[in-house]
């Protein structure tokens, strides 16, 4: 008879998991990160950076190496939407200019290093703006989330589907329980 109310019991907790709103059992979201306040913060392969465009849509930037010294005479090329849109060279203190750029999100990058970018004209930049792109050439940092992989992969994954989740964690949890019930209750 216990075992019975025990079956009952977790039949009824794995359809509870799946039955409960999303709220209840979602993640407390983490609160952001806080914005970069130096320009040698803003690297490569992170967040979208948003920049300002200056009038005309000419968009300012400086091409550095790790330690923040210029990088004269590089190359850089602009791309939207996969397609190079610009293509420049940096002047003696690394800083390039290109015009013609409309508001987007923009990949500039160098021989040695890339800067993901969304453009705002002038008038339309949100305050956080920053008025020019910066990219670290020779960046030889490892890009990825702390503790990522596959675990932080399958991790976003649950988080994004709580019910399948919960339901597949009550079903491991109650199969093997009923499947030992019922063994037992035929003597084997």
Same mark, same amino acid.
């Given at each position: &008879?216990?075992?019975?109310?025990?079956k009952?019991?977790?039949?009824?907790?794995?359809?509870?998991?799946?039955?409960?709103p999303?709220?209840?059992?979602?993640?407390?979201?983490?609160?952001a990160a806080?914005?970069?306040?130096?320009?040698?913060?803003?690297?490569?392969?992170?967040? &979208?950076?948003?920049i300002?465009?200056?009038?005309?849509?000419?968009?300012?930037?400086?091409?550095?190496?790790?330690?923040?010294?210029?990088?004269?005479?590089a190359?850089?090329?602009?791309?939207?939407?996969?397609?190079?849109?610009?293509?420049?060279?940096?002047?003696?203190?690394?800083?390039?200019?290109?015009?013609?750029?409309?508001g987007?999100?923009?990949?500039?990058?160098t021989?040695?290093?890339?800067?993901?970018?969304?453009?705002?004209a002038?008038?339309?930049?949100?305050?956080s703006?920053?008025?020019a792109?910066?990219?670290?050439?020779?960046?030889?940092?490892?890009?990825?989330?702390?503790?990522g992989?596959?675990?932080?992969?399958w991790?976003?994954?649950c &988080?994004?589907?709580?019910?399948?989740?919960?339901?597949?964690?009550?079903?491991?949890?109650?199969?093997p329980?009923?499947?030992?019930?019922?063994?037992?209750?035929?003597?084997?």
């Amino acid at each position: &008879m216990k075992r019975n109310a025990f079956k009952k019991w977790v039949g009824a907790v794995a359809a509870l998991g799946l039955v409960l709103p999303q709220s209840a059992i979602a993640a407390v979201p983490v609160s952001a990160a806080p914005v970069a306040k130096s320009p040698v913060d803003n690297l490569p392969g992170g967040a &979208m950076n948003d920049i300002a465009l200056q009038p005309g849509g000419v968009l300012l930037g400086q091409v550095v190496d790790p330690q923040g010294v210029a990088k004269a005479g590089a190359p850089v090329t602009i791309e939207y939407a996969g397609r190079e849109v610009a293509k420049t060279t940096t002047d003696e203190r690394g800083v390039f200019a290109a015009q013609g750029l409309r508001g987007g999100a923009y990949k500039i990058t160098t021989a040695e290093g890339s800067s993901a970018c969304r453009l705002w004209a002038a008038d339309t930049a949100p305050p956080s703006a920053r008025p020019a792109a910066l990219v670290v050439a020779g960046d030889d940092l490892v890009r990825g989330v702390p503790g990522g992989g596959v675990f932080q992969s399958w991790k976003e994954w649950c &988080m994004a589907h709580p019910y399948i989740t919960a339901g597949t964690v009550a079903t491991l949890v109650a199969v093997p329980i009923i499947i030992a019930d019922d063994d037992w209750d035929s003597g084997s």
